[in-house]
């Protein structure tokens, strides 16, 4: 019986979905056609393959439409490795030879000894932001790609994080008054790397991204393994577009459930609803009624989860055990939430000072 004869070069590609080839100018066209009326777009561009790939094809696109916006290019030297500055200006070479505006800021002050990355990320929104409006630029894009979703949605998963972490980066987020977008979250990484190869661009390798120190390198890590048992990055993305699916959905009946139920006065920040109705929905539409009432009245960042769900378990455990004469009081994220006879209200807290000088005042 005859061999099966091997697959050529050119149909393996197609038979793994092209996650090999190169990017052309038509799906440059389609990832950043609904930037075109932007008057200013800025580019976040470490001088990775990924952020590079986001550059030239930003510029690409842009030469394409002869008017489209200005491009602005920002290369964040978070000045903890000694390589980054010469990454900087390799950078800047590159965006001048696309014809796109570059600058280099600088992530001045002493570092944290943890929480690196988060830090470093914090900071790097905040300089991208401030830039941003400088120029009069709303969207700052960023490199993001489909293999980064697939790792982040692994690392929330290995947190236990609710709806919301599980869906994983949004494409489109408003944060610091810019519109965050990330126009590749849906590229392989793969494709990126073939795509500046194919230019000839020598990219940055920046080895944190593989130090086992922190938490992203070591899942990354465990990938390979993971894509034998079906748990790729295309899965793990297509998991998180699911989820966020279900968590807009469920957004929109707690909306309306809220404007039916709830009573909100907006002089006062405060929320009253019956407790019959509250806890007559589902334990889901419960949970976001209560955290939206807290985050609204509270003035301390959003609650958080675990915290909130906690108090949601007490607050039925004292509901269940006389509904009529329930009565429960507790302070969380700077809102006072009190069941008291059949009623559930979420009011501000006094700031902690104030609360602490009156306990100091009682005998």
Request: net charge positive.
């Amino acid at each position: 019986m005859p061999g099966r004869k091997r697959a050529s070069p050119a149909r393996t590609k197609a038979l793994n979905g092209g996650e090999e080839a190169p990017l052309g100018l038509a799906e440059a066209k389609r990832l950043f056609s609904e930037f075109r009326t932007a008057p200013v777009v800025v580019l976040a561009v470490s001088g990775g393959p990924d952020s590079l790939a986001l550059m030239l094809l930003a510029a690409r696109w842009r030469d394409a439409y002869k008017q489209g916006p200005r491009l602005v290019a920002v290369t964040v030297d978070h000045a903890l490795r000694p390589e980054s500055a010469i990454e900087a200006r390799a950078v800047k070479k590159v965006a001048r030879a696309l014809n796109v505006e570059h600058h280099t800021l600088r992530w001045h002050g002493a570092k944290p000894a943890t929480g690196v990355p988060s830090a470093a990320r914090a900071a790097r929104y905040t300089l991208l932001a401030r830039l941003a409006r400088t120029h009069g630029a709303v969207h700052v894009l960023t490199g993001h790609t489909r293999d980064d979703q697939a790792e982040t949605v692994l690392m929330r998963m290995s947190r236990g994080s609710g709806l919301a972490g599980l869906a994983g980066m949004a494409r489109l987020v408003r944060r610091d008054g810019m519109v965050l977008a990330r126009p590749l979250l849906d590229v392989p990484k793969s494709r990126l790397l073939a795509t500046v190869r194919k230019a000839g661009l020598a990219f940055a390798d920046d080895p944190t991204n593989r130090d086992p120190n922190f938490t992203r390198p070591r899942l990354r890590a465990l990938m390979p393994a993971l894509a034998r048992e079906g748990c790729d990055a295309r899965n793990l993305a297509r998991l998180g577009r699911r989820i966020a699916r279900a968590n807009a959905a469920l957004d929109t009946v707690a909306a309306v459930a809220e404007r039916a139920l709830v009573a909100f006065d907006r002089n006062t920040l405060r929320s009253d609803v019956d407790g019959t109705q509250f806890f007559a929905a589902p334990e889901e539409i419960r949970l976001r009624l209560l955290l939206r009432a807290i985050d609204r009245a509270g003035h301390e960042g959003p609650a958080e989860l675990g915290k909130a769900e906690a108090l949601l378990t007490a607050l039925e455990t004292a509901w269940l055990a006389d509904f009529e004469q329930a009565r429960l009081k507790q302070t969380l994220a700077g809102a006072v939430i009190a069941l008291v006879s059949a009623r559930l209200c979420v009011a501000p807290a006094p700031p902690r000072r104030a609360r602490a000088a009156r306990a100091e005042s009682k005998p």
